[in-house]
């Protein structure tokens, strides 16, 4: 069993950043992909950022450049560095990992940006 402890959200204005931090831990060993995807009221999940254990990073369109996703694989943790955010950043970020095929979820934290 796999769980996400997730920390970082909360409200800024446009144009400042936040650091979204994902704690991965249980069964987790071996090869697998972690990131973030979010949800703002009325829309669908959606991919933010992803990355392979081996450091390869996948950024939706519309946070290229913007957002940062790292990983520290000794501290099972991914962090997601977001600058310049913009009030259509606001959502609910959900961390994610996908191991064997099997995507675990975090219980999100919310993130707010005010025009």
């Known amino acids: 069993q796999v769980q996400l402890v997730e920390s970082g959200g909360g409200s800024v204005q446009a144009g400042g950043s936040l650091r979204l931090s994902c704690a991965a831990s249980?069964?987790?060993?071996?090869?697998?992909?972690m990131g973030w995807h979010r949800q703002a009221p009325g829309k669908q999940r959606e991919l933010v950022a992803v990355i392979t254990n081996s450091g390869r990073t996948t950024y939706a369109d519309s946070v290229k450049g913007r957002f940062t996703l790292s990983r520290d694989n000794a501290k099972n943790t991914v962090y997601l560095q977001m600058n310049s955010l913009k009030p259509e950043d606001t959502a609910v970020y959900y961390c994610?990992?996908?191991?064997?095929?099997?995507?675990?979820w975090g219980q999100g934290t919310q993130v707010t940006v005010s025009p």
């Open positions: 994610n990992l996908i191991r064997l095929g099997v995507p675990n």
């Open positions: 249980g069964s987790i060993f071996g090869i697998n992909i």
